[in-house]
Nanobody, 123 residues
Framework: VQLQASGGGLVQAGGSLRLSCAAS????????MGWFRQAPGKEREFVAA????????NYADSVKGRFTISRDNDKNTVYLQMNNLKPEDTAVYYC?????????????????WGQGTLVTVSS
């Protein structure tokens, strides 16, 4: 499975960005895709994840109500809509993929990773 993430950039606090992650290659009929982020000097942390079907989601408390994860089945693509961004959201965002149905928040349970896309939120 290859993952291609895009959509990062520089935005002012309160602004919005949408990240995309397209999966290609050998994919599975049951899988979960997620987003993690890593700020400088910090551990990579869970942001959100979605089960491919029926689209069940899970969010970190820090982004609930501001971020929305969704997917496009036809395009094998997952999106992360980020609204009301804060400077503390600044990080490299990684998409991740795991076969199965468990919407886990544990990074070591995701087998495939994208290259990361930088999100910078200025105050």
């Amino acid at each position: 499975v290859q993952l291609q993430a895009s959509g990062g950039g520089l935005v002012q606090a309160g602004g919005s960005l949408r990240l995309s992650c397209a999966a290609s290659g050998r994919t599975f009929s049951r899988y979960v895709m997620g987003w993690f982020r890593q700020a400088p000097g910090k551990e990579r942390e869970f942001v959100a994840a979605i089960r491919w079907s029926p689209g069940t989601t899970n969010y970190a408390d820090s982004v609930k109500g501001r971020f929305t994860i969704s997917r496009d089945n036809d395009k094998n693509t997952v999106y992360l809509q980020m609204n009301n961004l804060k400077p503390e959201d600044t990080a490299v965002y990684y998409c991740a993929y795991r076969p199965g149905v468990d919407i886990t928040t544990l990074k070591y349970q995701y087998e495939y990773w994208g290259q990361g896309t930088l999100v910078t939120v200025s105050s």
